[in-house]
């Protein structure tokens, strides 16, 4: 039989550890239980990824299925107040440098403004742009790109 593609965002988070959070495509046949393990809150230069931040394409407007993790961010930051972090905006290969860097900049300082819209002081973010500098796979495909696509938060203290 022919099942539909479920897919789903999974967010895991408790005190002291660092928020995970991915898109996750689960088929009946697949596996029924994912194990995740969290890595503790232990030192500054830490960095997490949050691939399931979207935004319309071509744009830095953040998409409204993102509210529900920015929400989880945003409550992990006031449950670590000492906590300053840089959000980092990272593209796809697709356009030039200079377009990904401005696009990349754009969509960091959006994610950056949503969180102080949550309640999260200014004082403790930042925001910068790496356009397709850092990519975290270099393949030519539909999948790398969206692995490339993703908001990372540099612990900065």
Known sequence: PHYPKRDFDLSVQAAGYIPFSAHVAARPAEE?????ELEPLTQKDQSFTLHNIYFDYDS???KTASQPVLTRLASFLQLNPHLRIKIVG???RHGSSRYNQLLSQKRAQSVLEALVRLGISVDRLSSSGAGYQQPLSTDASKEADRMNRRTE???IN
Do not use: E, G, S, V
């Open 32 to 36: 029924k239980m994912r194990t995740i």
């Open 90 to 92: 990272h593209t796809d």
């Open 153 to 155: 938060f540099q612990i």
């Open 60 to 62: 830095a407007n953040i």
